[in-house]
């Protein structure tokens, strides 16, 4: 869980890459284009593209910025150390019996419900 919230803000690259490639392809096929008006729809969507990369971007640069995810990592990391004496040290007597909880098993599979059975026509 940590080590993919410390990778997430770095795979930024791979959306902008691909947007700043696409918008290159735009900008290529506007220098093919002979109207006024698809030379000026081209200049619309690689201008879309890169107000997108940018704010891609920039998000990606705000949460390297911020670094929360350190702090919760070490948080997290903290509270497992200290829970996990606890889950060592619990005695046998506080667990079920295999017996009982075989019994339990069998009382809760007889009292399910089996559904509705409709025949077809």
Not at 30 to 51: C, E, N
Not at 73 to 88: A, D, E, S, T
Request: proline share 3%.
């Amino acid at each position: 869980m940590c080590c993919m919230s410390r990778v997430a803000p770095i795979m930024v690259v791979v959306p902008v890459s691909l947007l700043l490639a696409l918008s290159f392809f735009v900008l290529l096929s506007i220098s093919k284009a002979q109207t006024k008006g698809l030379k000026a729809f081209g200049y619309v969507v690689a201008g879309m593209l890169w107000l997108g990369v940018l704010v891609i971007f920039l998000g990606g640069v705000y949460k390297i910025a911020k670094g929360g995810y350190l702090a919760k990592c070490m948080m997290h990391k903290k509270m497992m150390m200290q829970n996990m004496p606890m889950m060592q040290n619990q005695k046998a007597a506080n667990m079920p019996a295999a017996k009982e909880n075989t019994q339990k098993t069998k009382d809760a599979a007889h009292c399910q419900n089996k559904g509705v059975v409709f025949k077809a026509n």
